[in-house]
């Protein structure tokens, strides 16, 4: 039974904010980045999180894109699950909700979610990281390396090998996509942090960014997160079963 606190401030939400993780995807059977286990997803025996990195590009760009080649795969195969469809219902029962994703699959977007903000990009955009030369699906779904033994993809000007579109550590989040975060966690009444483990910053701030201004927050995360004890709620289920009972519930 969710918080009924939660299920309250959803009531009376002018604007519910959501920050969603890899845990969100993860009933659609696409690993998370930290989580223990089966589905933890090693390349080439490297953890995800040693991937994705300008160092490990720099030093094996067909080590990583054969990982994002097969990342983009599993991600164009996956379906969304109850909790994006859930995610995309809310937008509905508020007046205004703002999604805003650490994913790169595109899950949200395909389950009906309208004007999602990607902090970390997309797996589905790639380009020269010299010319910004963007790289069609065609060229992507015939040239990219399967493994890491492949030759690594170049542009088709040949100036560069082609990266995906996504925000590695070190690098800057897109700014405006930041911004406008921000600017959404300030004026929300209700903040959710679905699946993630919160140690990723500054997406992790976002909820705290939200409580500071006065909203109600919450987290649905079957193991808590590093922001867990900050918040007002904690949900320790999966998203995919939280979600729909939460919708069921403010129906
Ligand atoms: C379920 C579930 C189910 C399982 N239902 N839940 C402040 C302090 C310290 C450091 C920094 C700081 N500010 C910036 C930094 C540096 C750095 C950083 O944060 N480092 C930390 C590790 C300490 N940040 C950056 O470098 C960022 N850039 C930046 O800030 O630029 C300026 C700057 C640079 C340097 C210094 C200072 C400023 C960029 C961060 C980019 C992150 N990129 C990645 C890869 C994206 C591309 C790709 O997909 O490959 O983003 S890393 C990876 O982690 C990915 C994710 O989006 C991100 C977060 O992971 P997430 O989603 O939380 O996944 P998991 O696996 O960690 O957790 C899954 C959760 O789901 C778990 O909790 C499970 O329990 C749960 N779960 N099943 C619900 N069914």
């Not at 995309?88 to 699959?105: G, S, W």
Request: proline residues 10%; contains cysteine.
């Amino acid at each position: 039974m969710p918080h009924a606190a939660l299920l309250e401030a959803l009531r009376d939400a002018q604007h519910l904010f959501i920050l969603t993780g890899a845990g969100t995807s993860a009933e659609s059977n696409l690993p998370t980045f930290r989580d223990p286990g089966p589905h933890r997803g090693l390349w080439d025996n490297h953890r995800p999180e040693d991937l994705a990195s300008p160092d490990a590009f720099a030093d094996h760009p067909a080590r990583v894109q054969s990982w994002y080649a097969h990342r983009r795969r599993a991600a164009l195969a996956a379906q969304p699950n109850p909790a994006h469809h859930a995610i995309a219902q809310l937008a509905e029962r508020v007046p205004t909700l703002t999604l805003v994703t650490q994913n790169v699959d595109g899950l949200h977007q395909r389950a009906g979610s309208k004007d999602v903000l990607e902090l970390h990009g997309s797996l589905h955009r790639w380009h020269c990281p010299n010319t910004g030369e963007p790289v069609d699906d065609a060229t992507l779904n015939a040239h990219l390396p399967q493994t890491p033994d492949n030759p690594p993809l170049r542009s088709p000007s040949g100036t560069g090998y082609v990266r995906p579109g996504v925000v590695w550590f070190g690098e800057g989040l897109p700014t405006d996509v930041l911004a406008e975060a921000e600017a959404k966690a300030r004026t929300a009444d209700v903040a959710l942090s679905i699946g993630t483990s919160a140690l990723v910053y500054p997406a992790a701030a976002l909820p705290l960014l939200a409580k500071h201004a006065g909203a109600f927050t919450a987290e649905i995360n079957p193991q808590p997160s590093a922001i867990a004890h900050q918040l007002d709620a904690t949900i320790t289920k999966p998203a995919g079963v939280a979600l729909p009972a939460l919708l069921d519930l403010l129906r």
